[in-house]
Structure formats: structure tokens, C-alpha cells
């Protein structure tokens, strides 16, 4: 089992950039895909980006490509997403998750644990 921690929110004007943080428990973290998804309230949940086991590979959505990159660190059981170019758009909810799979997966179903989310708030 993995237990999932985000930080790293809070609020930044348009333009702005944000790092979060998913640090996870367990010593198999590599051996989980991990992904970022974000969620408006009333809206479903959205993915955002996720990264291959090994870090060498990454998936994002369309809008978010470009201006996100996600990546993990191994060694500090811990996965990134540094978002530059904010946009009031991108305010949501930002959760971490993890799936035992592929990195491929985009939807939330397909993911086995999740954090319990971190805010992120962007002004105009």
C-alpha cells in the first residue's frame, strides 16, 4: 500500500509559477506510475500529466503541455509537478496518484492510491 502527501499549494497571479510535491510512504514507490490530476468543484476530475515508473518518460494533457512538466525523484520517494505560465484556468484541487501499471492511464479509475490534495489558486 502507498500512502500519498501533497504540498505545495496556495495562491500566485497569472504568469505565475508553482512546484508541487507528492511525497509517498513505502519502499516500492518505483514501482508505481505516478500522475497528477486536478479537479474544479462540480467538475470531474481531470488529468494533468504522469511520469513511467523510471522517470524517463512523461504523458500531459494538452492543456497543460508545454507549461508543466512532471518528474520524480526515486530515491526521495517523492513526485514533482512544477507548473510555469499560470493561467486563472489552472485553479483546482491538485491531486497525486499512483497506479502499478503504465503511465499511460489518464483517467481515474485506473489509479490505485491517492493523496488528499493540495489547492491552487490562480489570479487575474
Known amino acids: 500500500q502507498v500512502q500519498l502527501v501533497e504540498s505545495g499549494g496556495g495562491s500566485v497571479q497569472a504568469g505565475g509559477s508553482l512546484r508541487l510535491s507528492c511525497a509517498a510512504s513505502?519502499?516500492?514507490?518505483?514501482?508505481?506510475?505516478m500522475g497528477w490530476f486536478r479537479q474544479v468543484s462540480g467538475k470531474e476530475r481531470e488529468f494533468v500529466a504522469s511520469?513511467?515508473?523510471?522517470?524517463?518518460?512523461?504523458y500531459y494533457a494538452d492543456s497543460v503541455k508545454g507549461r508543466f512538466t512532471i518528474s520524480r525523484d526515486n530515491a526521495k520517494n517523492t513526485v514533482y509537478l512544477q507548473m510555469n505560465s499560470l493561467k486563472p484556468e489552472d485553479t483546482a484541487v491538485y491531486y497525486c496518484?499512483?497506479?502499478?501499471?503504465?503511465?499511460?492511464?489518464?483517467?481515474?479509475?485506473?489509479?490505485?492510491?491517492w493523496g488528499q490534495g493540495t489547492q491552487v489558486t490562480v489570479s487575474s
Open positions: 513505502g519502499r516500492t514507490f518505483s514501482t508505481y506510475a
Open positions: 511520469v513511467i515508473q523510471s522517470g524517463d518518460s512523461t
Open positions: 496518484a499512483a497506479n502499478s501499471r503504465t503511465y499511460y492511464y489518464t483517467f481515474p479509475y485506473q489509479y490505485d492510491y
